[in-house]
């Protein structure tokens, strides 16, 4: 299979790299803006089969005719594409910039809505996207002070996710979102700092991958929330 990977030179999106580059027939694609750590990515996979784009999704609109020459050279086909990529930034809402708000947005939002919008032409019947949102952005779920902008943005991606399974029915492409919840990673202490999640970056990564390959058979237009506790 051929898969994209936004945003995974660390974190969850760099375990989900390396478990689907664990099967030597799927060639990955991952975009981050850490060349060194993309770099370092692509040379430990023993398979061969990682390689990368560096890209700022947040900045996606102004480089979008050279993304899509890169993307467009090395794949004639894509299966399945995730979209890790996410920024968090904690503060109150009274007191974050515009130009932090913005940011935000961008990136967990407007970036990968371009990035899907660029990738359809090449998806056939039966690929999948798979869009990684928060339980920050899961209707009913808790809300935390601080995360305002973050949960918006992330409710607006599980939103396009929704809306997206009917405009793009007629191509048989499917489109799930997963709304992750307590996973031990550095974004996640920074918001929660001192509680200890249940789920490290590799375990939530294994689930992932498996929805990323399978989900597609039981869902479609669907946010499923990932959590086991509250954060």
Request: with cysteine; net charge neutral; proline share 4%.
């Amino acid at each position: 299979m051929n898969i994209i990977i936004s945003g995974g030179s660390q974190g969850i999106g760099k375990e989900v790299v390396l478990n689907l580059a664990g099967d030597r027939n799927n060639q990955i694609l991952v975009t981050g803006r850490n060349e060194l750590k993309l770099k370092e990515l692509q040379q430990n996979c023993p398979n061969e089969n990682i390689s990368y784009l560096v890209m700022d999704i947040s900045e996606f609109d102004n480089e979008a005719e050279a993304i899509k020459d890169q993307v467009y050279n090395r794949f004639s086909r894509v299966d399945i594409l995730i979209n890790m990529a996410g920024l968090l930034i904690v503060k109150d809402f009274l007191k974050i910039s515009v130009k932090e708000a913005r940011n935000m947005m961008e990136t967990n939002f407007f970036g990968p809505a371009s990035l899907i919008k660029l990738l359809v032409p090449l998806m056939p019947a039966g690929s999948h996207i798979v869009n990684i949102s928060s339980m920050g952005g899961f209707q009913g779920s808790s809300k935390y002070r601080g995360l305002s902008y973050y949960s918006a943005s992330k409710a607006a991606l599980s939103c396009l996710t929704e809306c997206l399974s009917g405009e793009l029915a007629e191509t048989g492409i499917i489109i799930n979102c997963l709304a992750l919840g307590s996973v031990q990673t550095e974004m996640f202490v920074s918001a929660f700092p001192g509680f200890k999640a249940p789920l490290s970056p590799a375990g939530m990564a294994e689930f992932i991958s498996y929805f990323a390959l399978n989900g597609y058979k039981f869902f479609n237009g669907k946010i499923l929330p990932v959590a086991i506790t509250n954060p």
